[in-house]
């Protein structure tokens, strides 16, 4: 229950930023930066540096960085009520709304062999533009060995299970009547 919390949380926050006049190229560079930045995460959770000090450094990372102000003040007040942990998640699911809203819908692509991955794709695309059939799809692809052949792909709330592993379950289930 406490992770649906902050599932929702972090969805309603980003609804917030997106509503905000802030752009996609500024979030994209925000989140960007706390993840090739380790240190800079680390600094902003410290729990022993108080909110005045971080405010403080938060304020000229965000001017240096030339952020603007919505996006400064929006960082200022996750960084105020303890939320610093959220922020890349917040801004991930920023900019999937935002693809959301252009059509463009984010589907993670289970696949075994490297060399399949392009037709693996194809396939799933193909499958998915029937259940979403006027959106484009940006794949997320992961490699999981597995499942043993094919590929699975998730998008939304929908899972279409192409794998090996995944025919094989069915096949157990239709043999002892599951």
């Known amino acids: 229950m406490v992770r649906r919390m902050q599932q929702t949380a972090v969805h309603n926050n980003a609804v917030v930023l997106s509503e905000l006049p802030v752009e996609r190229s500024e979030v994209s560079s925000v989140l960007a930066m706390l993840e090739s930045e380790p240190l800079y995460m680390e600094f902003l959770m410290s729990p022993v540096i108080f909110y005045r000090k971080k405010e403080t450094v938060e304020k000229k990372i965000s ?3 030339g ?4 996006m400064t003040d929006f960082l200022l007040v996750m960084i105020k009520n303890h939320n610093e942990r959220f922020i890349p998640d917040i801004l991930r699911e920023y900019l999937r709304i935002e693809d959301e809203k252009a059509g463009i819908l984010t589907a993670e692509l289970y696949y075994v062999d490297e060399s399949d991955l392009e037709a693996d794709k194809k396939k ?3 499958s ?6 006027n959106a484009r799809f940006n794949f997320v692809a992961k490699q999981d060995k597995a499942l043993i052949g094919g590929y699975l792909v998730r998008c939304k709330n929908y899972e279409i299970d192409r794998s090996y592993k995944g025919q094989l379950r069915q096949l157990q289930n239709k043999l002892y009547g599951r």
């Open 124 to 126: 799933a695309g193909a």
């Open 67 to 70: 952020l603007s102000k919505a």
């Open 63 to 65: 001017k240096a960085a």
């Open 128 to 133: 998915l533009e029937k259940l979403f059939p």
